[in-house]
């Protein structure tokens, strides 16, 4: 907690934080019979949950698992406290049918909303917005966010002190509207952790659609983004449903109410990846990884298997670079970690196909006994990661849309070969690190294959100049900026 | 001629009339061993050729047939003189090699530009942009566009009168800064006929790309777009990669010079409609309509097979409609004409084949002996869609996005059955036309659905009102106000 300003230990004094979001600080799973509980990973859980805690405050958020739904069911109300051993904060579980989550979360959130907000439909034959999709949301998304909404408001009513009512993400735009209704006087504040499209791109969304997300989102008296850009976006579809719009100010108006349009742009917290580097766990991977690497120049890249990473073209720029460059066969390998993702989804089925099929081609047009171009690890584990960010001597991010994208930010710090950064153009975290990066418009492989060979053929000097500014740049700007910049902005707007 | 406002006629007098566009305004091809000549339909040739004729000026534009190379083989410098017996004005022809031509039009032009300006990228996985891309646009499209500024040059060097340059269209965006190279001193004007994206999608585009793109069209001093938004969008684009933008009054400033931004909705010439329903030809046509119609409601589509006409939406709505509304089954036929295009582009092929087996499922699910859901001509001459234009009940244009679209116009005029129409929200005309049509959100099967039953289920007096409106409407602007507002500007901005 030392990284809270005073000034917002003293704000959160008085205040009971509610922290809403899709996916919880915990998740509870069965191991060898028993259920076990894991701390989720991630910048959003290591940065709130102690303010939570500190405050006694409540975290409200699905149940995910079997094992979530079944230890909610063992308390009133689904209310769990926890630590069990030494309780200091409540995860409130909210659990919805099986099939009502589907919707919600794999219908409407996952692909449409998703997919609109990092311009990825194939426009000429997808969406379809048919029954299915509007009964999605019907029963779906409205449902799960009305069921978070009464949670919330429950437990506002169950506490004396101020709330202080933190909504995460794109999986509750409607959230802060259903909440004002029950409770017409009480401040609510929203981060959205992914980009926001332009008011051509929105309009695939039914107007009936966009006209709840948005006055959904302006029940906030702050709306965060990660930059400006998302902000005036945002704006930008305000004002094309008829909203009376400042944009200079940054302010929406919506009947006698104000929206203040905020960015905050979030990073890391550097202690906490300093320690990660230090467990056994981190060591046995490292020896993974260097021996991986042997003599090699090691590319490395780490992603979800989103369609918005843009993992094939990442592969097929190096494929370009390999078919250039005979000269670096054998000398370079392409470490690729990754996560599977949304495989209840088509889309994502698919893709993750395409992804393995475009591994294979290349191994197998390029690779020899004594060398295999790409090793690509469907599922890693942090520690894996951990030991690939402190080894790489280029990291490819390239994602087509990405609200903030941590990895250049934790990579870094944690990189110990003066390794280069290839950044997307359109990731979020490129408005702040382009002067320490190599900059690329994704979509374009001729210049991603060449930044590769820039990087490989890079001298020293220059290789440690930019991985040096990097760091520093990073180290400028944690997380907790992200958090005591909203918590400041909360203060002077609560009045 | 006599539609042209004296006030244009005489800033006309001392001008020579350069037009330019890919597609001129006649072509030329083999009919029993002979060359014949056809002159272009469409708004553009009936508006500007009159012009051109008029003034003695010349149009420059691509060989796009054998015969056109062959005729302008015939002719100094491919200039020929037309009509050839008593020749009133000159067309220009630029003859490239069928390779560049191909990289200029089937790669470049389209699909990459127009998909990118119609938001039509399936981006998870197209485009790449590659070497193929690149060459394509070095050897293709700026070879092609250098060589229509060359002819424009010579164009001007050989007559006294002063140049008035009137480009078209998506094709020559490089053009006008090419011109400007070698005549620093003219005055020069693009028109655009498709929509401009907005700034993050444009941003698919290289970065080299966007800045030849923009700089080129700033070499205009004035640049149209059919309306506002597309304007606005443009500016945005320019904001993007630095010029100063003045958006209030659209100006961009590109070093000393200004392009004035500005929106002249295009439109069509009541006139010349109104001649074709007097042909022996539309009479022939009209019958066949008429039996294919009997007594049923008659639903009527034309497009060329784009990607953007979002046929197979069209279609799936009205699946919809007949699945909820057994009643209407043998009730209603749905007639839709065509016109096979840009076949030498795999997304074309592959879309013209998903359009056909849409139907084809539909009128196997739902077709009897005695009646056949839909009716889809590939290709169609106008007779028969000026035939089908006096006889629907309702008319269906849903494209997903198109710059103006003119069918809705054309259509109202010529309808005789108080015809309604269902517009996208996307196309162009909706701006002018949306009191009078029933709007839909073109990804919106559901809406679209709904709005064919509303249709066929309006009652009479509405339908009237309606209908008479959107006459009264188109007729209020013709193409003759699109080109005397631009000759308006182009007077008072040439001094």
Redesign the interface.
Known sequence: MSKLQEHSMKFLEDKNPVIVSNRGPVEFFREGGKIVMKRGAGGLVSTLLPVVERFSGVWVSSAMTLEDAEVAAGYPENRVPLPEDNPRFTVSFVIVDRERYESYYSVISNPLLWFVQH???????A?????K??TAWDEGYVHVNRKFADRVVSEVERNEKNPLIMLQDYHLYLCPGLIKKKVGDVFLSQFIHIPW?????F??L??KMRESIINGLLSNTVLGFHIE?YCS?FMECCGDLGYDVDAENGVVLNGDEKTFVRNYPISVDPDSIRRTATSDAFREKEDFVRKLKGDMFLIYRTDRAD??K?I??GF?AYE?FLREHPEFHGKVKFLATGKPTRQQIKEYRD?AD?VKSTVDEINSIYGKSTWKPIEYIHRADYELVAAAFKNYDCLIVNP??DGMNIVPKEAALMNEKSGTVILS??AGCYEELAEYVIGV?P?????TADAIYRSITMNFDERKKLSDGLKLKVRERTIYHWINEQFDDFERLMK
């Open positions: 311009y990825m439909w194939n426009t000429p034959y969406p379809e917005i048919d029954d999709i509007y499209p332009q008011r051509d791109y309009r695939i039914p107007e850009r976006n369609l918005s843009n094939i073209r097929r370009l893709y395409s087509l849309a153009e359109n418009n979509f374009d492989i001729r210049e």
